[in-house]
């Protein structure tokens, strides 16, 4: 098993390109053809856990945070952060995140991981991303139309919502004519050749694209592909940040806070005070999610839960809203879990093991 066997792994789970900007997901320290002897998970890649690693005979290391965020001119061990590379260089560990674009994910992501414990129905994500989606044209002989769409659908596309193999076709006329040196598929070089050919449209993410061009070709008997990709406004569903869902029943705000203690084990919520009376209606965001408070009160939420809140942001809850900071690392926690579970179901003849270390580095007296 080597590293990028397992990176490829992580990237179908959550893309790289779903990442923030600011963010730094990927391979950060290692070399990807390096054989791996065993992958240690955790939240944070700091030098405990990289002690740890080294004591539990891992060599690579798939943390939700990364190690490096913005570029480094030394290499001098005069921070934290110089000493975790240094000694995951020195000790032959690949460090590898997947930060932002596990966040962005509806599916086995942060939020979906916090939902499921919160025990919520019905989840969706709050604030859907735009600018995420592409559409595919392309024109195929009437006999081919069905092999093309089974290979568009293979690689990606014809997602929308909550349904698959979504398409378009219409049926139209087509000509061309074949130069010196062609060999088409049909009608004969130097001829125009009329052809009866389906459009076909589908819808496809935006990260899926070289995927869905390759399988296009791959199954089109043209030698020439006619195709157009372009850009579409619409929101993906499926993309976003934060979640939204349901309790199965109306909680009492006391009652509710007590089970989001519990369920996610944490020693404190900081939380507003709001003039509803239950709480079913719950939105959330793993991590610093305080940019997402007036998203979750348009949203109609009778509470939000996130971690990060400075004080002045509690005051936008208006009393409609029932803000609980529950803490950075506490929110994310489960993410460990996630992650182990998700490499452990793929890779189950191979070590991955659920690291020992709390990173938390907040304390609570």
Do not use: W
């Amino acid at each position: 098993m080597k590293v990028k066997d397992i990176t490829n792994l992580l990237e179908k789970l959550a893309p790289p390109a779903l990442q923030e900007t600011y963010d730094n997901a990927g391979l950060i320290v290692g070399d990807p053809s390096m054989e791996v002897s065993g992958v240690l998970v955790s939240l944070d890649a700091i030098e405990p856990i990289i002690d740890e690693a080294i004591e539990r005979k891992c060599n690579m290391v798939v943390s939700h945070h990364p190690i490096v965020f913005r570029g480094l001119k030394r290499l001098n061990g005069s921070n934290y952060v110089e000493r975790v590379v240094m000694k995951a260089v020195k000790n032959n560990i690949a460090l590898y995140a997947i930060h932002t674009n596990l966040d962005n994910v509806l599916q086995n992501g942060v939020n979906a991981k916090i939902a499921e414990k919160l025990g919520l129905k019905e989840s969706r994500i709050l604030a859907p991303k735009s600018g995420q989606l592409l559409k595919l044209v392309c024109y195929t002989p009437n006999d081919y139309s069905g092999q093309v769409l089974n290979a568009l659908f293979g690689a990606g596309a014809g997602h929308i919502g909550k349904y698959s193999e979504c398409s378009f076709s219409s049926t139209g006329e087509g000509s061309f004519t074949a130069g010196e040196g062609s060999n088409p598929f049909v009608g004969k070089p130097g001829e125009r050749h009329y052809e009866s050919e389906q459009r076909l449209e589908v819808v496809l993410p935006r990260h899926a694209k070289s995927a869905v061009i390759k399988a296009l070709m791959d199954a089109h008997p043209y030698e020439e592909v006619a195709y157009d990709v372009y850009a579409i406004e619409n929101s993906s569903p499926t993309i976003g940040s934060g979640m939204i869902g349901q309790l199965p029943e109306p909680m009492p705000k006391k009652d509710f806070l007590t089970m989001l203690k519990q369920q996610m084990k944490t020693a404190v919520v900081r939380y507003t005070e709001t003039d509803k009376t239950h709480i079913q209606t719950v939105a959330l965001c793993g991590g610093s999610g305080s940019f997402l408070i007036h998203n979750a009160k348009a949203s109609g939420a009778d509470a939000y839960v996130t971690g990060d809140v400075k004080y002045h942001e509690f005051f936008d809850g208006e009393d409609s809203l029932m803000i609980c900071d529950i803490g950075h690392y506490e929110s994310e926690q489960f993410t460990i879990e996630l992650l182990h579970d998700y490499l452990t179901e793929n890779l189950p003849n191979f070590a991955v093991i659920f690291t020992q270390t709390n990173t938390n580095p907040i304390q609570y007296l």
